[in-house]
């Protein structure tokens, strides 16, 4: 059973305007979570990270938030540009393992 | 920069071929990882090796087996390849294992079994 879900396969979001990506998960014991970027042909590349102490990180136009009550991470890119029409995937980690969501294809409309 | 390679982009095997996907790491990492990718299903991972000679599973194991001779190098193996093999497949490596363990991936071997 997937212990990190991305609920949403795909968005579409206008140049300039925010992103927000969804990602729940199911294991309490996850002590970092992680966004990879995607490109097709491409391997994931990491992106950005939170620790499970911390409820929010930041890192340029890539913010990542935490709540642990409710099980749920948000990645918010903004401003959206065309570059970052990509695959993105929320993952877990716990020892040494790192679990992936399914990943959700995000499209920047000019 | 971290380089990850895999030996081939894209792979046509026939059911019942002994397949070999070949991943080389040129950043002296410890741990290396075998991952799968599906539709709807994410990355799942496959094996991974924490050291030369050292391997565990993953999640999903069944019907591969890997070889780790050299630190740069993790081999996947699949003994027999199905047709339930046909997948994506990425190596990663890791310079460590706990908290927060950045893995960096190679391109993918897209490995198709008729």
């Known amino acids: 059973d997937q212990q990190v879900k991305q609920n949403s396969p795909s968005l579409s979001v206008q140049e300039g305007r925010i992103s927000i990506l969804n990602c729940d998960y199911t294991n309490s014991m996850f002590d970092y979570f992680l966004w990879y970027k995607k490109y097709p042909a491409e391997g994931p590349t990491f992106l950005i990270s939170i620790s499970s102490i911390k409820d929010k990180n930041e890192d340029g136009r890539f913010t990542v938030f935490l709540n642990k009550s409710a099980k749920h991470l948000s990645l918010h890119i903004v401003p959206s540009q065309p570059g970052d029409s990509a695959v993105y995937f929320c993952a877990a980690s716990s020892d040494y393992k790192l679990s992936f969501g399914a990943g959700t294809t995000v499209t920047v409309r000019a | 920069d971290v380089k990850v390679t895999q030996s081939s982009r894209y792979l046509v095997k026939r059911t019942g071929e002994k397949v070999f996907l070949e991943c080389v790491q040129d950043?002296?990492?410890?741990?290396m990882f075998w991952y799968r990718q599906d539709p709807g299903l994410g990355l799942r991972l496959i094996y991974f090796s924490y050291d030369v000679k050292m391997k565990e599973k993953g999640d999903i194991p069944e019907g591969y087996s890997v070889s780790r001779e050299k630190k740069e190098r993790f081999s996947l193996i699949l003994e027999s390849a199905s047709t339930n093999q046909t997948s994506m497949y990425l190596c990663?490596?890791?310079?460590?294992?706990?908290?927060?363990?950045?893995?960096?991936f190679g391109p993918g071997t897209r490995l198709t079994v008729l």
């Open positions: 990663a490596s890791s310079p460590r294992l706990a908290g927060g363990n950045e893995q960096f």
């Open positions: 950043m002296d990492h410890e741990n």
